[in-house]
């Protein structure tokens, strides 16, 4: 059964451009949630989503966007990019095991 | 709200001894707890969780945990170290879960990073 899949592994940008990052969860899961992972400040919760609903977000700004459609993928989008948002950006999809199941994450470097 | 401390960010042991990485969460509501672990450029990876099931957890590679409300811990431990478990650990809280329509978020500790030496 394939894993939690993100795409790109990795990516650059500059100082004010845009991106998007996807996320396939495990086939037959509803549920996904985005978690950033920086050296200062962990691992900090972004948003969930549940059957194309978000359900939490995250204290981020709103440059910050989610969505996930009806096949359960999801795009996390960062807009007017800042250094500070150099990350790993990881997604995790729900096992109704009362498990999350992460993917092996984006790499974000702004520079 | 929900909160974990995971005391110290580094803990060394030598191949075949215990390994201890203690845990400790704060929660309004009954939690959910779970154990990852992180390996260099690579996503977590679930070692085990609490689910208010049986208090002591067994999990992969070895590793269980104790489930303890009155001290609020839910510290992990592995009885022989091997070189393989050379990682970062994190521990996590969740008040809920997803299909529940619950706040489902986990809050993560800092994480620790265990070496093991030869």
């Known amino acids: 059964k394939a894993g939690v899949t993100q795409t790109p592994r990795y990516l650059i940008k500059t100082r004010g451009q845009q991106v998007t990052l996807s996320c396939s969860p495990i086939?037959?899961?509803?549920?996904v949630s985005w978690y950033q992972q920086t050296p200062g400040q962990g691992l900090q919760f972004l948003f969930e989503y549940f059957s194309e609903t978000q359900r939490n977000k995250g204290n981020f700004p709103g440059r910050f966007s989610g969505r996930q459609f009806s096949n359960s993928r999801s795009e996390m989008n960062v807009s007017t990019l800042e250094l500070g948002d150099s990350a790993l950006y990881l997604c995790?999809?729900?096992?109704?095991?009362?498990?999350?199941?992460f993917g092996s994450g984006t790499r974000l470097t702004v520079v | 709200a929900q909160s974990v401390t995971q005391l110290g960010s580094h803990v060394s042991v030598s191949e075949g001894a215990l390994v201890l990485l203690r845990c400790n969460y704060s929660s309004s509501v009954p939690p959910y707890l779970f154990w990852y672990v992180q390996y260099p450029n690579q996503g977590l990876q679930l070692l085990l969780k609490?689910?208010?099931?049986?208090?002591l957890v067994k999990g992969i590679n070895g590793f269980e945990a104790e489930f303890k409300k009155s001290e609020t811990s839910f510290h992990l431990t592995k009885p022989s170290a091997h070189m393989s478990d050379a990682a970062e650990y994190f521990c996590a809280v969740t008040p809920g879960l997803p299909f529940w329509g619950a706040n489902s978020k986990l809050t993560f500790g800092k994480g620790i990073t265990l070496s093991v030496r030869p």
């Open positions: 086939s037959g899961h509803r549920s």
């Open positions: 995790a999809s729900f096992d109704g095991n009362y498990g999350y199941t």
């Open positions: 609490y689910t208010s099931a049986a208090t």
